[in-house]
């Protein structure tokens, strides 16, 4: 692992030289409260302070509606992968993002490798930025506060620098390429480093107990914190959309009926959305709204840990900022846990 030091008078030079490798896409603000990655048209727009976005970096490689393929009666199938040589830089994801697109890797990558993610996911190039957690951060609990690996360069703030990271070859190539504005670590900023990152631990205030969280809910299954959460929550799908790691999708066709052509489209789907276990024939297999919603946390914290060794939520805060009804998934697992 190499450590290199840009100073913050560099920053701008920096953050423009990456343009060599791709379209540079940075967090910037929507609104007071609310953040989205969205192209650099210059380097002030950049949200260096941000903490979470509305939607994650999911959307760049698996996209909210991704046509598939076109059809016609005549011509039969052609396959579409749009974006597919768009080289992106991909700046400022925070290590639990960085652990959502690990997660997504797994789940994309694993039985049925997904062509569509992967032919974007390889050509983008991601820049991590180290963060201060606010009251809905539990990524310390999640164990994905901090990332050794899943990143090409990683930025950590110090006070008139960062400590760059190089994580990839690519991320060597642009640190090579760049190393006018770069400096050696010294002992000093060692010290600052293990300063900030020991005022950064004291900064959560939020916490998941995981022990033994998926026997708990094996043996909470009928609990009747699902059944108050059902009369609760909405359905809305919010926490879904905005959630790092949440990928089902809906396959159907858009058809032109004069032409006899068309296209298969893929669309972001949520467990919560009442006709989403409707199989053929009618059946739905989670017509209530508690059974849904108690299906999402089970996926979170009880089947992905099943099948993968570890939980598929990051802890990131997205679903207790965007929640309508201010369900917070904390005092969720604390109420199922009997310690609300
Ligand atoms: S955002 Fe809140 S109300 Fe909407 S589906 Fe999720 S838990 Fe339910
Ligand atoms: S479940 Fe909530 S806290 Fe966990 S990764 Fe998804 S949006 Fe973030």
């Known amino acids: 692992m190499k450590i290199l030091k840009l100073p913050k008078t560099n920053f ?21 409260q609310s953040f989205v990655f969205g192209p650099m048209e210059n380097t002030s727009e950049i949200a260096m302070d941000y903490l979470r976005t509305i939607n994650p970096p999911k959307k760049y490689f698996f996209k909210p509606k991704d046509t598939l393929f076109n059809f016609s009666s005549t011509k039969g199938f052609t396959e579409v992968i749009e974006d597919s040589d768009k080289k992106i830089v991909l700046f ?3 290590p639990c993002d960085i652990h959502g697109l690990k997660i997504l890797d797994i789940v994309f990558g694993t039985n049925y490798p997904d062509k569509y993610y ?8 991601v820049i991590g930025l180290s963060c201060m957690p606010d009251d809905k951060c539990f990524c310390r609990s999640m164990a994905t506060d901090a990332t050794e690996d899943g990143f090409d360069l990683f930025l950590s703030e110090l006070k008139s620098s960062y400590l760059l990271t190089v994580g990839s070859s690519i ?11 770069l400096t050696e670590v010294t002992k000093k900023d060692t010290n600052e480093y293990l300063k900030i990152r020991k005022e950064r631990k004291n900064r959560f205030t939020l916490s998941l107990d995981t022990s033994d969280l998926p026997y ?18 909405l359905c809305c799908g919010s926490c ?16 032109n009926l004069i032409t006899d052509s068309g296209q298969r489209v893929r669309q972001w789907d949520s ?3 009442k006709d989403y276990a409707v199989v ?40 207790i900022q965007y929640c309508p009804t201010k369900i917070h998934v904390v005092e969720v697992f604390n109420k199922v846990r009997g310690e609300a």
């Not at 701008?12 to 007071?32: D, I, W």
């Not at 708990?216 to 929550?233: H, N, T």
């Not at 297999?285 to 508690?290: D, I, L, M, S």
């Open 118 to 125: 992967f032919a974007r996911r390889k050509n983008v190039i």
């Open 92 to 94: 400022g994801l925070h």
């Open 280 to 319: 053929a024939g009618g059946h739905n297999f989670r017509v209530n709204r508690a059974d849904r919603v108690r299906n999402r946390y089970y996926d979170k914290q009880n089947g992905f840990v099943s099948q993968y060794g570890k939980p598929s939520c990051t802890g990131c805060g997205r679903c």
């Open 216 to 233: 708990i809910l094996e043996l909470q299954r009928e609990s009747e914190v699902w059944e108050e959460l059902g009369k609760k929550c």
């Open 240 to 255: 879904s959309m905005v959630c790092p790691t949440c990928s089902c999708f809906n396959v159907y066709d858009i058809k």
């Open 171 to 181: 991320g060597d190539d642009i640190s090579t390429d760049l190393k006018h504005l």
């Open 12 to 32: 701008k030079l920096f953050m423009e030289g990456l343009q060599n490798y791709g379209e540079v896409h940075v967090p910037k603000k929507k609104s007071s």
């Open 271 to 273: 467990c919560l959305f």
